[in-house]
């Protein structure tokens, strides 16, 4: 798409937030980690063609292509929340719109992914096995309780408005009580919604017949939400260890786990998956594993090992000289109290934001004393162009994959063994970008709290004390022959920010 069509086919919407037009377009809407990674094995598979696509302020990747003419409405897969959405009159967000929502804990901006924006590339055509798959699995979101076998066209006979009228009073007080069962209220609380609108019904409806309506929905058979395949579904799409509890209420079923039956059918579900080899049991119960058998190919033939990451280090350290840093790369730097950490993780700053997206979090720093620290560099304060954010913990959740990522500081109390598990979700998350970490050690001690649990991902390890720093670990020489490793710098740190040789 040229600018010029990208700027016919989108629209300026409140905030100053930008937004594209879905007349002639559809966007695959993942809104789970689920969702996304089914969108990933997609791209594995070939399913889904480079296109334009992007990453939300949530983290979600969104991907755009052209509407198939038979895709007229929006589509989900209720269990992992993954949409298929298109029609005249939706639009849909994109960069570089920012939105800051606390409730959800959504605070940045939306990005175009590397060379797949709309400016590079044209949306693709949907496949056919995409189409397939969401025929297959999809419920119209217009209307949930639709039974209708089309999914793929407007429903028509669901399409007229509830009508609490006489005549279509019973049909509509039906349809709602099915909706708040599949939504996965408890019956309690829909008697108490059915029993508002019965009243308010012209002329007003019996509400013991209303309850009627209730019990008709909650009392459906199990088999009629296709309860295995949607239990498969979300399992084939999960990762890590869940409880059984986990499934039933991201489905909606809550209302159904008191029934006898229902647990029944759940427990031979789990059982034959268990048989199959798809899951294995946890420690207590009901709680599972998937077994993830599918490895991530590693190209190593078509591999350009002259893709290094473009990371420059403060004087006199001059660091790329010695350690070549790739994508994907974890950087750790333990530092004892008052050795510099944050000293040397400004002054990376301050010499890749020109170059790069910088994403700082500080667990102990707010605004005001941030001002401080880089008012002493005697930088104008505009020239400062990088991404501040106050976080103390589960940096995963907010790291952007193809950025500079840098962390000031892990913070450990206790249980100091979890800290190789944090770096590891924080590498998994990472695909083009890096994460430098920052992480307490004792003076006259080399690795930081968490031992050799905080050097297994690293690339390069730096350890500082007060007027030195030390390459503990340097993985991939810069210069053949130049072992960086152990290497020692003396330094002086003048008026918090600026290294000399000492």
């Known amino acids: 798409m040229t600018p010029e069509q990208l700027d016919a086919a989108s629209k300026r919407q409140n905030g100053g937030n930008r937004g594209i037009r879905l007349d002639n377009y559809a966007v695959l809407d993942p809104d789970s980690k689920a969702a996304n990674m089914l969108c990933e094995q997609w791209e594995r598979e070939g399913k889904i063609p480079p296109t334009v696509a992007w990453r939300t302020a949530a983290g979600n990747i969104k991907r755009l292509f052209q509407r198939p003419p038979e895709l007229q409405g929006p589509l989900t897969i209720r269990a ?135 019990n008709s929905a909650w009392k459906k058979e199990i088999s009629e939400i296709n309860l295995a395949a949607e239990v498969r579904e979300w399992v084939l799409s999960s990762s890590g260890i869940f409880l059984s509890s986990d499934v039933v209420k991201e489905l909606g079923l809550s209302s159904m786990s008191s029934e006898r039956k229902f647990n029944q059918n759940l427990s031979n579900i789990f059982g034959r998956l268990v048989d199959e080899g798809i899951l294995e049991r946890g420690t207590r119960r009901g709680q599972f594993r998937r077994i993830e058998k599918e490895s991530e190919v590693i190209d190593f033939a078509s591999a350009d090992t002259s893709r290094v990451f473009d990371l420059k280090w403060p004087a006199p350290f001059h660091l790329e000289r010695l350690v070549n840093i790739y994508p994907k790369n974890i950087i750790m730097v333990a530092g004892a109290s008052n050795a510099g950490k944050t000293a040397l993780l400004l002054n990376v700053v301050r010499e890749n934001m020109a170059r790069h997206k910088v994403l700082y979090f500080s667990s102990e720093m707010g605004a005001e004393e941030l001002r401080l620290r880089l008012e002493k560099f005697q930088d104008p304060m505009s020239s400062w162009r990088f991404d501040a954010r106050e976080r103390a913990s589960n940096f995963a959740d907010a790291v952007d994959p193809t950025s500079i990522n840098i962390i000031d500081y892990f913070e450990l109390t206790d249980n100091f063994y979890q800290v190789g598990g944090e770096i590891k979700k924080i590498f998994d998350r990472l695909t083009t970008g890096v994460a430098i970490i920052a992480i307490q050690k004792k003076e006259g001690q080399d690795l930081g709290r968490g031992g050799a649990f905080t050097l297994e991902k690293a690339r390069l390890y730096l350890s500082m004390n007060p007027g030195e720093l030390k390459v503990l670990k340097g993985k991939n020489w810069a210069k053949p022959g130049c072992n960086p490793n152990n290497r020692r710098f003396e330094f002086k740190l003048i008026d918090g920010c600026k290294f000399i040789t000492a």
């Open 80 to 214: 992992i929340k993954l949409q298929l959405r298109t029609g005249a009159g939706m639009q849909d967000v994109i960069p570089p719109s920012y939105v800051n929502d606390p409730e959800k804990g959504i605070d940045g901006f939306y990005a175009w992914l590397p060379d797949q924006d709309p400016e590079s590339i044209e949306p693709a055509a949907l496949s056919a096995d995409i189409l397939k798959y969401f025929q297959t699995h999809a419920q119209a979101t217009a209307n949930p309780s639709c039974t209708h076998s089309s999914l793929l066209n407007n429903c028509n006979p669901c399409a007229s408005r509830l009508d609490f009228s006489q005549g279509g009073r019973d049909e509509s007080l039906f349809h709602v009580a099915n909706v708040l069962r599949k939504g996965g209220m408890a019956i309690e609380d829909a008697k108490k919604v059915i029993e508002i609108l019965a009243k308010n019904c012209y002329p007003e409806f019996s509400f013991k017949t209303a309850l009627d309506k209730i």
